[in-house]
C-alpha cells in the first residue's frame, strides 16, 4: 500500500477474528470467555478432564489483556496525509489456544489480535519427560513437579537430559500451522514470522523423603543457612 495508514490493521484483525469462530465451529471447540481475576488453570482443567482425544484443540479461551501494541498519529503537509506510529500499551482481544499435543502433553499458545501479534507459548518439561516415558513402556509414579519412582531410573535421566531447543520450536510450527494465525503464506513468503525467545523458565529439583520429618528438618536446615543473604 502507498500509506502506512492504521485503517490496513481493521481487516487483519477481522479475518484472524473470523478464523478463530470459524475454526471453533469447524472442529467443536468451545470458546469461553476469561473473567478478570479467574485463575485460567482450575477452568480448562475442568476442559481438559472430559477431552480424551490423543492430540487436538481442547478449549479456546477469550481474554481481553494489556499489550505493547502500535498506535497512529495522523500528520498533515500541505495537501499530504502521513501517519506517526508509536508504541503504547493497549487492552485488545487474546486468543488462548489450549491442546492436547501428542508429544508434550498439556500447554498452550496465546496470540494476541493486534499489531504486532504478539505469541505466548507455555509448556511443561515435566509433562514431556512423562510422554517420552510412556512411548518406552517405562513404568513411573509422577508427582505433581517430579516424580517419586520409575522402573527404570538411568532411562528417566536420559530422557530428561535429552530435552533440546528443537522440540520446543517442534511444538511452535507443528501448532503455528494447524492454528488460525493472524500471519498469513504470502506474509511469511515476504519474511514475515514469529521467533520464540525465553521469556519465563522455571526448573525445580525436587526432594523426596521417606520420613516427614525429614522433610521438616531438611526445611529448616535451608533457613538457617539463608537467614543472612537479605
Given at each position: 500500500k502507498p500509506l502506512a495508514s492504521p485503517a490496513l490493521l481493521r481487516p487483519i484483525h477481522d479475518r484472524f477474528v473470523g478464523e478463530v469462530e470459524a475454526f471453533a465451529k469447524r472442529f467443536r471447540v468451545p470458546m469461553i470467555p476469561f473473567v478478570r481475576g479467574q485463575r485460567k488453570d482450575d477452568v480448562v482443567n475442568r476442559w481438559r478432564a472430559r477431552y480424551h482425544g490423543r492430540e487436538g484443540v481442547v478449549v479456546i479461551g477469550?481474554?481481553?489483556?494489556?499489550?505493547?501494541?502500535f498506535r497512529a498519529s495522523k500528520r498533515q503537509d500541505g495537501g499530504r496525509v502521513s501517519f506517526d506510529f508509536s508504541r503504547q500499551p493497549v487492552y485488545?482481544?487474546?486468543?488462548?489456544?489450549?491442546v492436547q499435543d501428542r508429544v508434550w502433553?498439556?500447554?498452550f499458545v496465546k496470540v494476541g489480535t493486534y499489531l504486532p501479534y504478539p505469541v505466548k507459548v507455555c509448556l511443561n518439561g515435566h509433562e514431556w519427560a512423562k510422554q517420552r516415558l510412556r512411548e518406552r513402556r517405562i513404568r513411573f509414579e509422577a508427582l505433581d513437579n517430579g516424580f517419586l519412582a520409575c522402573s527404570d531410573a538411568p532411562q528417566l535421566q536420559q530422557v530428561c537430559d535429552s530435552l533440546a531447543p528443537s522440540d520446543v520450536t517442534g511444538f511452535f510450527d507443528r501448532w503455528r500451522d494447524r492454528l488460525p494465525w493472524p500471519l498469513t503464506s504470502a506474509d511469511h513468503a515476504a519474511g514475515y514470522a514469529h521467533r520464540l525467545a525465553v521469556w519465563q523458565m522455571e526448573v525445580s529439583l525436587t526432594q523426596v523423603f521417606d520420613r516427614p520429618v525429614q522433610g521438616r528438618h531438611f526445611f529448616e536446615e535451608v533457613i538457617r543457612?539463608?537467614?543472612d543473604l537479605g
Open positions: 477469550v481474554a481481553q489483556e494489556r499489550a505493547w501494541s485488545v482481544k487474546h486468543y488462548y489456544f489450549y502433553g498439556p500447554g543457612e539463608n537467614l
